[in-house]
């Protein structure tokens, strides 16, 4: 996507061949810093601190820290090493142990002299592979927008929470694929983006890839989507997931949920955009098998933002003596999914579904 006029991936290879760039998506909307990963142990921090977020994304990076780590050290203890640091810098999303997974197969067998090359080559394959998935998902998706779009006048109205734009991903994003695939074939639509507290990725990332695409919107709070379900105010829920399960349970942001059971009962269709990297095969009751991420308190009682006089600054929300509990996402059983929006097509929120439209990986999975 672009951000003033120049085309931008989440993540790239720096103009060495070596070091890995990023952007550091804790300084948006107010500033745009580029940031140079040289180390895996970089790689990791910029995973755990959030610099970088979203399933696909921390996929990605985590597979350009392997090579970063091949680069300085090739050897199988530092293989080894690698894989555990990047393996606990987020328990949830399923695509980092799937992108680990990947490298740690490709390079255990190779002598340590040609790991570092097969690692950047498979880095980048796993970016570009990411890319292509989230424009097969658009392609998917932006019939939902066409279907609602041909019977109804005024824009289409899409809820989104969190933020599973292109900044998650490498590019083109997971839900919002089908709103950037809309917008460029004329159709007339209006997001409605939740903030997402506590961190606010949807009023800090999604809002700014909004307006930066030109895109209408609107910010709300997390709590108001219910109220524009109501009143006939929202056509179609579009969310990401950082893990799926084998039966179609979806683990995604803390609060969908909430917006699902929103939607099921104002009868507003609820899709979840979901790249086949997010599936975890081995899991089939989300709810008891899927490990919800506990942030810190502070980010419950603390809050960043810009004030009156441009600085960027964090402020206290709460009274000294009250802490703060922060399970960072929620799982959504499979009943409240409308569909699920893949690369191969739309499929039913079910293990029947997931199954019919991934057969490969199911069988494996039951072997």
């Avoid at 820290?65 to 199988?76: E, F, N, T, V």
């Avoid at 606990?88 to 142990?97: C, D, M, S, V």
């Avoid at 197969?105 to 570092?116: E, I, K, Q, Y």
């Avoid at 893990?243 to 609060?255: E, F, H, P, Y």
């Amino acid at each position: 996507m672009k951000v003033n006029g120049i085309p931008y991936r989440s993540i790239w290879l720096g103009s060495d061949g070596r070091n890995v760039q990023i952007i550091d998506q804790t300084r948006l909307p107010h500033d745009f810093p580029v940031v140079d990963l040289t180390t895996m142990d970089e790689a990791a921090v910029a995973i755990r601190d959030m610099w970088v977020r979203g399933a696909p994304l921390i996929g990605a990076t985590a597979a350009y820290g392997m090579a970063l780590q091949m680069a300085d050290d090739p050897s199988d203890a530092a293989l080894a090493h690698a894989y555990d640091v990047l393996h606990a810098t987020r328990p949830t999303a399923i695509n980092l142990r799937w992108a680990l997974d990947d490298m740690r197969g490709l390079l255990a067998p190779l002598a340590p002299s040609d790991r570092a090359e097969a690692a950047y080559a498979r880095a980048a394959e796993i970016c570009d592979e990411d890319v292509e998935i989230n424009r097969r998902i658009g392609e998917h998706g932006v019939a939902l927008i066409e279907a609602i779009a041909a019977r109804k006048s005024g824009p289409v109205n899409i809820l989104t929470h969190c933020n599973a734009g292109w900044l998650a991903t490498v590019d083109w994003g997971t839900a919002t694929s089908p709103i950037y695939q809309a917008v460029e074939r004329g159709i007339d639509v209006h997001v409605w983006v939740d903030e997402t507290r506590p961190r606010n990725q949807g009023a800090h990332l999604t809002s700014w890839e909004m307006a930066s695409h030109g895109i209408p919107h609107h910010l709300i709070v997390d709590n108001a989507g219910g109220h524009l379900m109501q009143r006939g105010q929202v056509d179609l829920c579009i969310v990401g997931t950082d893990r799926t399960t084998a039966q179609g349970d979806v683990c995604n942001k803390i609060g969908t949920y909430l917006k699902a059971l929103a939607a099921q009962d104002n009868g507003v269709p609820f899709y979840v955009a979901l790249p086949s990297p997010t599936i975890d095969w081995r899991v089939r009751d989300g709810v008891a098998e899927i490990p919800i991420e506990e942030r810190g308190g502070d980010e419950v009682t603390r809050i960043w933002g810009r004030d009156d006089t441009g600085q960027v600054r964090q402020v206290q929300i709460s009274p000294d003596a009250t802490p703060g509990a922060n399970p960072a996402f929620d799982v959504t059983p499979a009943r409240l999914v409308t569909g699920l929006i893949t690369e191969r097509g739309i499929a039913p929120a079910s293990a029947e579904g997931l199954a019919a439209m991934f057969p490969e990986h199911a069988a494996a999975a039951a072997e």
